[in-house]
């Protein structure tokens, strides 16, 4: 058992407590319990079975309920929660700023039981005389549901690589089966995913269809035609295609790509006897396009792109991490457990440690100045012992409202790299933002552009920014601008990768690891990027340590133009 499991719970035990109006001092004590598990490097199940939960001082009564779960796998107010509050109401929870005593109140005193109805009551003006709410709450509400509303029965991909996974396993088993791939926008690798689409190559297409109908099917969910079937799998829409081993090249080339990106090809695989993909794309003299890039037909007219698809960005290419959190903020591993696994696991040359800056420390731990001291000796300790992996000191540095920068001056001068990042006062219009990103890409101090528009993918939407001028400025002011490769954000948006390598902009693959398991998401980074046809010469950490030592170099001969008193 992990320890998000447990905080999972904690989080919905707080979020029922308050919308039932329960005791505050108790609520807090699951609060305190909360904080504590969230910032441990331990796992609390292990702990349990070695005799240590006492340890953690989560409070007698809070550790004897977690023996009973692990003992049990039942959780008394669990259980008495979701007992006294109806599921629709605890759905609500997923509407961003509305909150569990807001919720609440709508529900004992208004008797809304359901995102839809507080929808209604929203759009009938209902709560704009309510005390708490008022009219800007009231528009932010119906915002929040009708983004979730749009959201319904998609996930982002890193879910869905999963589900394949499972899915290809089952299938596996099926002997009739000949061979099977994902297609459609899963073969494509798009951030998000709304339908699991699959081709199944078999010459028992009635056997097939059976067997799937007898593992995936429900009566009220799924049906098929010939050739294809149609069904669920965890609540999201499931397609299956079965063609003659034959057909299969063909059929899958068709699927993949986009609709203008096939027409091109159309006459030359029309009736045509199709052994491989790299043979379409030889019929008009073009190298073999990976799915990924298939999304438009400007691929195909990209003569420069031809040349190098090559270095298109991989993996293996990537010669260091950047835009990563140790337990000094937010993060759950040590400096050394870190930097151990990038090196000897990843084969990185170097680190670059960013955790949160002071104006974070309310909500992620952000590090005040002795704090920042502490952590710069310790990576001191580190690199004198390792001449051959380096860890800079960097620091994900807030962009403040008017756009300046956390710290002091002549104390973030101190930090070898600076990944500037918004993370409060996300309600802006286009303009606001734009502003306050251009101010900070211009601070002499600011190397990196982190995570440009803050959006969480099928949870939040990010600020709206002008593009052009925001990669125009990094272009001026020689700033990177990160793509960060956690699948909830992914930002950078690949679509604006090419307007990035137009302007000479570097992008920075980063994982924003909050933990070495946090390493892992780096993939999906490589994935976004490759679709915007990102190549290695492009990508600021496939420099070598000593490259990119020389980019830093330039970078800080920037902060000379700072007047620092």
Not at 144 to 164: D, M, T, V, W
Not at 485 to 496: C, E, F, S, T
Request: glycine share 4%; aromatic share 10%; net charge negative.
């Amino acid at each position: 058992m992990q320890n998000q499991e447990i905080i999972k719970s904690l989080s919905l035990i707080i979020d029922g407590l308050e919308i039932l109006n329960e005791n505050s001092f108790r609520i807090k004590n699951y609060e305190k319990a909360l904080r504590k598990i969230e910032s441990t490097t331990d796992n609390i199940f292990e702990c349990y079975q070695t005799g240590q939960l006492e340890s953690l001082d989560l409070g007698k009564s809070i550790t004897d309920q977690l023996k009973t779960y692990f003992t049990t796998q039942k959780w008394a107010i669990l259980d008495e929660i979701r007992t006294q509050i109806p599921e629709s109401v605890l759905e609500m929870l997923k509407i961003k700023g509305l909150g569990a005593k807001k919720i609440g109140f709508l529900w004992r005193e208004l008797g809304i039981l359901s995102t839809e109805e507080l929808l209604s009551a929203c759009q009938q003006n209902k709560l704009v005389s309510i005390k708490g709410f008022g009219d800007k709450t009231q528009q932010n509400i119906i915002n929040s549901i009708e983004f979730l509303q749009k959201q319904q029965g998609k996930i982002r991909y890193n879910q869905a690589l999963e589900y394949q996974n499972e899915i290809i396993d089952k299938i596996k088993n099926c002997p009739f089966v000949i061979q099977i791939e994902p297609t459609k926008e899963l073969c494509r690798k798009v951030e998000i995913i709304d339908v699991l689409s699959f081709i199944i190559s078999t010459d028992k297409v009635n056997q097939v269809f059976t067997w799937l109908d007898s593992t995936f099917a429900n009566k009220d969910t799924y049906f098929s035609t010939p050739n294809y079937w149609k069904g669920t799998y965890q609540q999201i829409s499931l397609e299956i295609f079965l063609v003659s081993p034959n057909e299969f090249v063909k059929k899958q080339f068709m699927l993949t790509g986009s609709t203008q990106h096939v027409l091109y090809f159309w006459d030359k695989i029309l009736g045509a006897d199709i052994q491989s993909e790299e043979s379409i794309y030889a019929s008009h003299d073009l190298p073999f396009i990976p799915p990924e890039l298939r999304e438009d037909i400007h691929v195909l007219q990209n003569t420069i792109l031809w040349k190098n698809i090559d270095n298109l960005v991989k993996i293996e290419h990537l010669k260091g991490t950047i835009h990563n959190h140790s337990n000094y903020s937010d993060g759950l591993n040590t400096i050394q457990e870190m930097a151990e696994i990038a090196k000897n696991i990843w084969k990185w040359e170097y680190l670059v440690l960013c955790d949160h800056s002071k104006s974070s420390a309310f909500y992620a731990n952000g590090m005040y100045e002795d704090k920042v001291k502490k952590q710069w000796k310790e990576i001191d300790e580190w690199n004198n012992k390792n001449s051959d992996f380096y860890i800079f000191k960097g620091i994900e540095c807030d962009i403040l409202p008017d756009g300046s920068l956390d710290y002091e001056d002549s104390f973030r001068q101190g930090f070898e790299v600076v990944v500037a990042s918004v993370h409060q006062n996300l309600k802006m219009d286009k303009n606001k933002a734009t502003e306050r990103l251009l101010k900070a890409i211009e601070h002499p101090h600011t190397n990196i552009l982190g995570h440009l528009t803050g959006r969480l993918l099928l949870s939040r939407e990010g600020y709206p920014v002008d593009y052009e001028a925001i990669i125009d400025a990094c272009a001026k002011y020689n700033v990177a601008i990160e793509l960060n490769a956690n699948p909830y954000r992914l930002d950078i948006d690949w679509r604006w990768i090419p307007y990035c390598t137009k302007k000479g902009v570097w992008v920075s693959i980063n994982p924003d690891a909050h933990s070495i398991n946090g390493y892992e998401d780096t993939i999906y980074g490589v994935y976004a990027a490759r679709k915007g046809k990102l190549l290695k010469e492009h990508t600021l950490n496939a420099l070598s340590l000593k490259e990119f030592r020389q980019w830093l170099s330039e970078q800080h001969s920037k902060r000379t133009r700072l007047n620092i008193a």
